[in-house]
């Protein structure tokens, strides 16, 4: 017997083109009918977990979650109350505090070393590569690096603060390639453990500190996939913080995934369980919080380039899955595969993008930007 729910689920995802039990990569296969119930009252958030909880697959999750996105199904249902409910700390109060912050580091960048090792590049680069003239990922991750270089006219000269900095990896570039002195910060024990081992004998400095609590004067100052942990309460002083330590003449770029339209929350699936409290800036807010602070010289979208990032993440996610799956477990995988494969997705339809964006303080020349 078809259900209220089946009926309006099937409805919908046969306007994407998309047939539960067909032979299309993207056609999902349902192994419990309560998914349907689970979509309509938990839209995302039930997607997701269905997933995890193997009441469906797919062969292609990535062309699935690219039909429903550009089908603008995401959009045909109403919000449950408890989604609803569940969201309203993030209208209210500033989740990305000084203690909110460490939530994110602790849940997702310290969950392993040995996992997000067996899917990076030899930089450790977990932000979107530049496919432009290559297929490979670690081409594209140098590429990527290089291009940010390029956009900070970086020399010998410059003392860079790299806000965010990952493993080191970007850091490690800037020093050997263009022999500059580079200060990262971060809060990810894992993250400045291994940065600081990896960039040792350069002159990099790797801190445990917020960005809030950053001092001093640099050259340049860039941050790469760090501004989706800021929150829209907190862009404001971001920005007025990197210009208070940018030096006159200095270059500011900011690497960040954004969204489409202003959104106080993030996709609930992926606050939930991937990243906690994260928040996509809108290209408005962005341009809200510079506004008499920074000049906005160039904004570049590469993200088209994160859907193959990704697609070669989850693979060589899956090619490492033996000596992983003792510590992990298979929920986590599934869990994983998800996240990877459905913001693949995501790019591929447009529906988030990646913007760098280079800034300079009023009245100094134009730097080159591409």
Not at 15 to 25: D, R, T
Not at 145 to 153: A, F, G, S, T, V
Request: hydrophobic residues 40%.
């Amino acid at each position: 017997m078809r259900t209220a729910a089946k009926r309006l689920v099937e409805t919908m995802l046969g306007q994407a083109g998309i047939q539960p039990g067909g032979s299309a990569p993207w056609d999902i296969r349902i192994h419990d009918e309560r998914l349907y119930d689970r979509i309509v009252s938990e839209k995302n958030l039930g997607l997701g977990n269905g997933y995890v909880e193997g009441w469906w697959d797919c062969p292609r999750v990535d062309s699935f979650i690219w039909k429903v996105l550009s089908a603008g199904l995401n959009t045909r249902l109403h919000a449950h109350l408890k989604l609803l409910v569940r969201a309203i700390p993030s209208y209210i109060l500033n989740m990305q505090t000084r203690r909110g912050a460490t939530k994110v580091a602790r849940e997702h960048y310290d969950l392993g070393n040995d996992l997000f090792f067996s899917f990076l590049d030899p930089y450790r680069q977990y932000s979107c590569g530049y496919f432009k003239d290559t297929r490979e990922l670690d081409q594209a991750q140098i590429a990527k690096m290089e291009m940010i270089c390029r956009k900070l006219n970086l020399s010998s000269r410059d003392h860079v603060l790299d806000i965010g900095c990952g493993w080191g990896g970007l850091a490690k570039y800037m020093a050997t390639q263009y022999g500059c002195r580079v200060t990262g910060i971060n809060i990810s024990k894992e993250q400045i453990e291994y940065a600081r081992t990896f960039c040792k004998g350069l002159p990099v400095e790797i801190l445990d500190q917020d960005y809030r609590d950053v001092r001093g004067s640099f050259d340049k100052i860039v941050s790469v996939g760090m501004f989706e942990h800021v929150g829209s309460k907190n862009y404001r002083c971001f920005m007025e913080q990197a210009h208070s330590l940018l030096k006159k003449h200095g270059i500011f770029l900011l690497h960040t995934i954004g969204g489409n339209a202003v959104n106080p929350t993030c996709d609930p699936w992926i606050t939930r369980y991937i990243f906690p409290h994260g928040m996509l800036p809108s290209m408005a807010q962005i341009a809200r919080a510079c506004e008499g602070v920074f000049v906005i010289e160039d904004v570049h979208n590469i993200g088209p380039h994160y859907d193959p990032t990704l697609l070669a993440w989850h693979k060589g996610f899956m090619a490492h899955w033996e000596g992983l799956k003792e510590r992990y477990g298979e929920a986590f995988r599934r869990m994983w595969e998800y996240y990877l494969l459905s913001c693949a997705g995501a790019f591929r339809a447009r529906d988030i993008q990646v913007w760098q964006i280079v800034m300079t303080e009023t009245g100094q020349k134009q730097p080159v930007c591409r």
